[in-house]
Each structure stands twice: as structure tokens, then as C-alpha cells.
């Protein structure tokens, strides 16, 4: 029997990991630090009995001794995520939680088949596009200074004209311009490098935008249909960053759960990066105006013209690497919402967390506004 191991198996990814695998029939230990943005009540309750639950932390070397033990395969998707102040955090969960990970696999010389890692398409500067007259080309980030000027869009470096987002692949430059971005690029290519070294199998998953049932409602950094339902159900509007026109490829959960089981089991998967994504983007803003009205509320997005040095302007992802070895997403868009929304009605009141981050990450420049335009 298979055995697998589900880092951050409590929160919205991993733990349709662990349905999938115990679906499967593999044998599956969490190993999650219950993080308290995410988890505010505690651990969530589905959590399965089935599975064998480690509380601790990827920071600590003992807390990987113990959850690697007797492990097959490791899906790694433990991490500290979104758009935070903090620098230290982000590179210690992410980059060095996931060097002791390999550490402890190497040095103890455990039987491990295979590790998949929970990378992101955050791991790009910026998405691919098309100018009239040059063709294909991929953006760069854009300036600080632009984006204070209220210019929003992604400019041909030759002519400098407008242009139209097109789907992003694999060998899109990498490095970000954000901390989040750089932490998951030092874990991806830490992995993989290892896994050269090794010959450890590994693979790593560059997931876009992913969202479902069990994305946190108290975390007011990380989800967009997550921050954006809480405002609706609370009578708030959402705040949409830039002018609205941004766009991102949204992905249910299940669907990049079982891009994981995927690509787990496949060899020729090995050691390559995936984009895991749609290859559909929706607009932000008219996301927020979607919500609005499948939650039957008269309410527009606020614009304040604020936007997040180092984001990226449009993402859609080119996902046909994936496709090859037999992935194509189930869940469309519009089924996937009312299923979300379904399991949101499902919990109970709802606090409304964003207002109180929103000042906080004002004041350290997380969030910066724009000239009026
Ligand atoms: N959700 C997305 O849109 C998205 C997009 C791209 C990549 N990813 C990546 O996918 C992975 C899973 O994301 P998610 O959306 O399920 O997030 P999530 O916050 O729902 O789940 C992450 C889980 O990891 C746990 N965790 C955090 N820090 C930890 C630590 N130091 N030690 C042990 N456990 C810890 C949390 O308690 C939580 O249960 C992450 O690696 C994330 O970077 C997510
Ligand atoms: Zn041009």
C-alpha cells in the first residue's frame, strides 16, 4: 500500500489531497501547524479520522524526523502565503521548512518514491502577451512608478503599445517581485535541484488561482472568492486593486487535487514543472460583480485605485504540458462558485477580517495607492 504524506493536509488544497489519496486507498498522515489565520477555531473538521494527524510546524527539523517516517510519496503543500509584510516568515516556512524536508530524506537515507511540490504560477514576473504588431512576447514587472501613475496595463518593450494577456507556459521567466513569490521560487528550485542530485523523483505543480470548499474565512491575505464573499455576506463591498481589469485563471480544488494523485503516479512527470490551471481567466473586478449577484446582493466593488507593487497583471495559464499526460479540469467556473457558495451558506456567521488587514497593510506598503486618474 501506498503511503503518503500530506503537508499543510489541513488546509484547502491539501486536504483534498488527502480525500483523493485516501480515495485511492493510500495510507495518509497530515503533518499541518494549524496556522491561526487559517485556522482560528482550531482543526478544521474535515480533518478525517482516517488519516493520521501530526500537529507541527516545516520549521522544525524533529517535526520532519517523525512525519517522514515509513512515507512513500510527499505532497508538499505546507506554506505561508499571500501578500504580507513579513520577509523572515515567508523564506523560513517556505525555503528553509523545505530544505529540512530534503535534509532529513537524503541524510537518513529514507525510501521516498517521490515528492510533489505545491508550487505557483506566483513564481512568473509576469504573464505572456501579444502587441499588434510585435507578437508574443513575455511582460516584465511593471514599474512602481507606472502603477503611480495609474497605468495599469503591460506595455510592448518594442513599440510600447497596449496589449492583450495570452496564455503563460512553463518557460515564462521566473524570479517574482514579491516575497511570496521569491520563497515559493527558492522552494521550487530547491526541490528540484535536489531531486537532479538525488534521483529522487520529484515534480512541482505551478498551480494558478485556486479556490473551493474549506478556503479559509477567517484569512483576510489569501483567496480572492474567499476575501470577496466575506465582504458580500457582511454587507461590505469587495476592494478590487488597479482597475479591475486584472485578471487571474481560477481553478477549483478538486480539480488540482487530482492533478497531485496525477502526476504522483505518473513517471513521466518526473522532475518536470506543470502549470496547473484552466487556461480561462476572469476578470477581477467582474468576479466581484459575479459574486455579488450570485449572492443576491445589490453591492458594487470599490475601486480606490490602490495596487500591489510586484503583482501580476494578468495570468492565464497555458496548461497543455499538463494536458499531455492526460489532465483536463472538471469543474467549470460557474459550478465551482455555486459550490463554494453552497459550502459558505453552510458555515454559519461569518466575520469580516479584511477591513482591519487592509489598514494594516496600508500603513506598510503592501498596498499602495495610485495618483487619481
Ligand atoms: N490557493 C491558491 O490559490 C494557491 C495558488 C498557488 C499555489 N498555492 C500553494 O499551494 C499550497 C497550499 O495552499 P492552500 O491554498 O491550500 O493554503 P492553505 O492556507 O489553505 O493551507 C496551507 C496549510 O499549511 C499549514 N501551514 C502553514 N504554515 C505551516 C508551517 N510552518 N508548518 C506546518 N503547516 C503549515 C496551514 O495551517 C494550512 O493548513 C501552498 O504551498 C501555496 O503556496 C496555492
Ligand atoms: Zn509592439
Known sequence: MTSALVTGG???IGSHIVDEALAAGWDVRILDNLQRQTHRDGKPP??????????????????????????????????????????????????????????????RNLPVRKVVVASSQAVYNEGAYTCPAHGHFYGSTRPIAQLERGDFDVHCPICGAATTPAPTDEDAPTGGENVYAISKMIQERLILSWGRATGIPVVALRYSCTYGPRQSLFNPYTGVIAIFCTRLVNDLPPVVYEDGRQSRDLIFVEDVARANLLVASDARANGQVFNVGTGRAVAIGDLARLLAERLGKAIAPKMPGEFRPGEMRALITDAARLGALGFAPRVTLDEGIDRYLDWVRAQGPIAEYFAR???????RRVVKRAAAR
Open 46 to 107: 474535515w480533518v478525517p479520522v482516517e488519516a493520521e494527524f501530526i500537529q507541527g510546524d516545516v520549521r522544525h527539523r524533529r517535526v520532519w524526523e517523525r512525519a517522514l517516517d515509513g512515507v512513500d510519496v510527499v505532497f508538499h503543500e505546507a506554506a505561508y502565503g499571500g501578500y504580507m509584510p513579513e520577509i523572515a516568515k515567508f523564506i523560513a516556512s517556505n525555503g528553509v521548512g523545505s530544505a529540512l524536508m530534503l535534509e532529513t530524506i537524503r541524510d
Open 10 to 12: 489541513a488546509g484547502l
Open 357 to 363: 488587514a487592509e489598514r494594516m497593510l496600508r500603513r
